[in-house]
């Protein structure tokens, strides 16, 4: 409309009219008009198309993890310094440069040998940092194997100088006690550069690397942006194979991974028609955008106010999973198998949302 009016307005306004001048001129603007919501309707329903589009990309992305079921690995650029490794358990964002290699998350342990020839494809040189965006083995797993091989920077105390591993505290407080049943983390996998504060930054390769604390999952999540190739990765924070991972023990809930979702969607920002712009490597899957990530937001939205209503209706946990609150969403995100089913996080997300809000106190005591 605004170009309409420009259009109009010079033509216009220097002109004193005749009678048939006015009448083209109207003739114009009509035919102008008309194409406009000719082109209007056309764009709302290819939005809509491209809605459906994406419901589809979501539904293909476990590819990722099919394609670790194979061993192969898929290495993808993604824009500027940053690429991704995806198909060794978690996504691996690898940003590259003269100063070496960073990593944020290293996948899983028995796939480390490949993951290590794919960086070798990538960059002649040697991984110096990594950051972890929380403790799950299949994010974690090849941190010792790069903390042994990797490149320390050269310091003024290159005496003790090794690969930075970088997490939040609460991350390296697990991985060095582990409860529970979880497998003992080898000491040289551990962070040896945790940080409590909300913010850690880095600059590396030329480029200003930020760190941000994000509870959701835990309470121990790390977002990380590369301002200068525009990416951010978020981790299992947003993870487009499946429902969002919430780690009661560790200090997840359900409200956190909305808050964090939240976040991360005014982070990113849209390119020309809702298009490229900032790009988001997910925890699992393939690569993201924002459009993306709002519909992902939007489902756990969704799915959060369908659980708070049965709850406030009085229903049970029993109640609630025979009502089927996600069954529209099951054929995107739903899982029957593996280690995070719909089932699990239906439980997780009614206990989190009918827990008193201490419980996960001390998840963000340190902000
Ligand atoms: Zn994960």
């Given amino acids: ?57 979501q539904n293909d992305a476990p590819k990722a993890s099919a394609s670790a079921d194979s061993g ?34 290293t996948g899983s ?45 050269a310091i003024g105390r290159a005496a003790q100088a090794s690969v930075m591993i970088v997490a939040f505290d609460t991350i390296l407080d697990r991985m060095s006690a582990p409860t529970g049943k979880a497998t003992a983390v080898p000491e040289k996998a551990w962070p040896n550069d945790p940080y409590s504060s909300p913010v850690k930054t880095l600059y590396f390769n030329g480029e200003a690397v930020e760190i941000d604390h994000q509870p959701g999952t835990t309470d121990g999540n790390s977002i990380i942006v590369f301002r200068h190739s525009d990416v951010i990765s978020t981790g299992d924070i947003f ?18 991974v909305i ?10 920002i849209p390119g020309d028609h809702q298009e490229g712009g900032t790009l988001i490597v997910p925890g699992h899957g393939r690569i993201c955008d ?51 089913t719909t089932e699990m996080f239906i439980d997780a997300a009614y206990k989190s949302l009918t827990s008193k809000p201490e419980a996960h106190a001390g998840g963000v005591s340190e902000r």
């Fill in 109 to 153: 342990a028995t796939m480390k040998e490949k993951v290590a020839e794919a960086l070798k494809r990538l960059s002649k040189g040697q991984v110096t940092y990594i950051v972890n965006t929380d403790d799950r083995s299949d994010h974690i797993g090849g941190n010792e194997l790069f903390a042994e091989t990797g490149h320390a920077l």
């Fill in 290 to 340: 924002e459009a993306d990530l709002a519909l992902y937001l939007q489902m756990v939205t969704i799915v959060r106010d369908r659980l708070q209503d049965m709850i406030k209706k009085g229903m049970t946990l029993e109640q609630i999973k025979a009502a089927r609150p996600t069954e529209d969403f099951d054929p995107i995100y739903g899982k029957t198998k593996g280690d995070w």
């Fill in 259 to 268: 808050e964090a979702l939240n976040r991360l969607k005014v982070m990113a």
């Fill in 1 to 57: 409309m605004e170009l309409l009016s420009a259009f109009l307005s010079s033509i216009l306004s220097p002109l004193i009219l005749s009678r048939a001048r006015r009448k083209l001129i109207l003739g114009i603007a009509f035919g102008m008009a008309f194409a406009l919501i000719f082109l209007a309707t056309g764009s709302a329903q290819s939005t809509a198309a491209q809605a459906g589009q994406n419901r589809g990309r």
């Fill in 239 to 256: 993870d487009i194979t499946q429902y969002p991972i919430i780690d009661l023990k560790n200090g997840g809930s359900l409200q956190a």
């Fill in 72 to 105: 192969e690995l898929e290495v993808v650029r993604v824009q500027g310094n940053v690429s991704l490794l995806a198909g060794a358990g978690g996504n691996i964002t690898v940003q590259t440069g003269n100063d070496g290699i960073l990593l944020v998350d």
